[in-house]
């Protein structure tokens, strides 16, 4: 079964420190997605990004964050400046359309980001 | 705003045995309701989900959910757990065309 794929696992950066996490979608899939969960916390939308551009985002996808497909199979996620608050497990995902009721979202392992 | 709850933070359920996870939901409209799985080291893996007709919906690894209006909730169902089926389980309700909202999660374990 085709699956979205994760890197790093697991990153660990000093506050104020830049970091980018990367997703494979699955290939013929359209619509991306980060989602994070804080620990002890619920899984929460960040951001979703359609051809090339957000279609929609969370009130917590401020201005240090940003995403961006930089290649036909590449998803970034970049956190221009870490504070400890940003320490999570942040999950990719990818859907062949939008739509959540017609179509279905497929989520990576998640990469566990430490912010020390 | 639309949410899911899951009362549950933690059950325990001997191998063999049935297992039933609460979720009720909070949505003006006919939701969008899903199950998904989390196991250890893996992704978010969706268990199931209904948009409309049969209220009791079929899922992979032996999973079922029946949708209550009454109720307002989605509880998700197997009749004989395995010992695999330890994992932490989310429930999530379609928000937008592109965004879920989960629940946080209630996590199982199985007893041999």
């Known amino acids: 079964e085709p699956e979205v794929t994760q890197t790093p696992s697991h990153q660990v950066t000093q506050m104020g420190q830049e970091v980018i996490l990367r997703c494979v979608p699955i290939s013929n899939h359209l619509y991306f997605y980060w989602y994070r969960q804080i620990l002890g916390q619920k899984v929460e939308f960040l951001v979703s990004?359609?051809?090339?551009?957000?279609?929609?985002k969370s009130e917590i996808f401020d201005d240090q964050f940003s995403v961006e497909r930089p290649d036909g199979s590449n998803f970034t996620l970049k956190i221009r400046s870490t504070k400890l608050e940003d320490s999570a497990m942040y999950f990719c995902?990818?859907?062949?359309?939008?739509?959540?009721?017609?179509?279905?979202?497929?989520f990576g392992e998640g990469s566990w980001l430490t912010v020390v | 705003a639309q949410s899911v709850t899951q009362p549950d933070i933690h059950i325990t359920v001997s191998e063999g045995a049935s297992l039933e996870l609460r979720c009720n939901y909070s949505?003006?409209?006919?939701?969008?309701l899903f199950w998904y799985v989390q196991s250890p080291g893996q992704g978010l893996q969706l268990l199931l989900k209904?948009?409309?007709?049969?209220?009791l919906v079929q899922g992979i690894k032996g999973f079922e959910a029946e949708f209550k209006r009454s109720q307002s909730s989605f509880n998700l169902r197997k009749p004989s757990v395995h010992w695999s089926d330890a994992a932490e389980y989310f429930c999530a309700v379609g928000v937008s065309d592109y965004k879920l909202s989960f629940g946080a999660g209630t996590t199982v374990t199985v007893r041999a």
């Open positions: 995902a990818s859907s062949e359309e939008g739509f959540v009721n017609t179509n279905t979202i497929y």
């Open positions: 990004f359609y051809n090339n551009e957000i279609s929609e």
């Open positions: 209904y948009f409309s007709g049969d209220t």
């Open positions: 949505y003006g409209a006919t939701p969008y």
